[in-house]
């Protein structure tokens, strides 16, 4: 029994320091994994947040571009509006001048 004690010993010994410092270092492992996913992850969210401002400011662009259309469109129509307007003017001028003439000279007979 004694020689089963002494050899008991040194393993109970051996086994309790290599124990502890096994775990700790499974641990500290599962430590750095986590840190490391989590790290990934926060990346992941940056270039997302990345992302999202970039179309943000695309989309920005794009109503920016739609406005000054809508702005030369409405520009423009109220042009031809004004020069239609002219025109017509114009061709109710020369048709007034055009009948009078002929009512001039049917009048003289």
Not at 13 to 24: D, E, M
Not at 37 to 46: E, I, L, P, R, S
Not at 47 to 59: F, N
Request: hydrophobic share 45%.
């Amino acid at each position: 029994m004694e020689n089963m004690l002494a050899l008991m010993i040194p393993i109970l010994a051996v086994g309790g320091w290599i124990i502890p410092v096994t775990v700790k270092s499974i641990l500290k492992s599962q430590e750095r994994r986590i840190e490391l996913q989590m790290q990934a992850q926060q990346g992941q969210n940056d270039a997302a947040a990345q992302q999202i401002a970039a179309l943000r400011q695309e989309l920005a662009a794009l109503r920016d571009t739609s406005t000054q259309f809508d702005m030369s469109l409405e520009h423009n129509v109220q042009r031809l509006e004004e020069r239609l307007g002219r025109v017509e003017t114009k061709a109710a001028a020369q048709a007034a001048r055009s009948v009078l003439p002929s009512e001039q000279t049917a009048g003289l007979h």
